[in-house]
């Protein structure tokens, strides 16, 4: 399955910003996705994930209240919605697609985009 992300930008702390994924090649429904970030000088870390189905959800602890992942089976897309953004958010951020029903494991990821650039300022 092919990926591509979009809808980074520069904004303010406490700015809101939604990230889109757009997929293609295979059946979308059948692939667990998420997202990760990767801010400069650190390793790529895990932000959110959603199940084929959109049943289940689960986000990193840094994440979680803030920002929402949901995804439109119909339209091969998976979204990440976030809000109330502070500077440490500030990352490339990466969707990517598992063939397993649900996982937060970056090795379970076999397909990655290419990613978008997030930048919050204080």
């Known amino acids: 399955v092919q990926l591509q992300a979009s809808g980074g930008g520069l904004v303010r702390a406490g700015d809101s910003l939604t990230l889109s994924c757009a997929t293609s090649g295979r059946t979308f429904s059948n692939y667990a996705m998420g997202w990760f970030r990767q801010a400069p000088g650190q390793e790529r870390k895990f932000v959110a994930a959603i199940s084929w189905s959109g049943g289940s959800t689960f986000y990193a602890d840094s994440v979680k209240g803030r920002f929402t992942i949901s995804r439109n089976n119909n339209k091969n897309t998976v979204y990440l919605q976030m809000n109330s953004l502070l500077p440490e958010d500030t990352a490339v951020y990466y969707c990517?697609?598992?063939?397993?029903?649900?996982?937060?494991?970056?090795?379970?990821?076999?397909?990655w985009g290419q990613g978008t650039q997030v930048t919050v300022s204080s």
């Open positions: 990517a697609a598992s063939r397993a029903h649900m996982t937060t494991n970056a090795a379970d990821f076999g397909s």
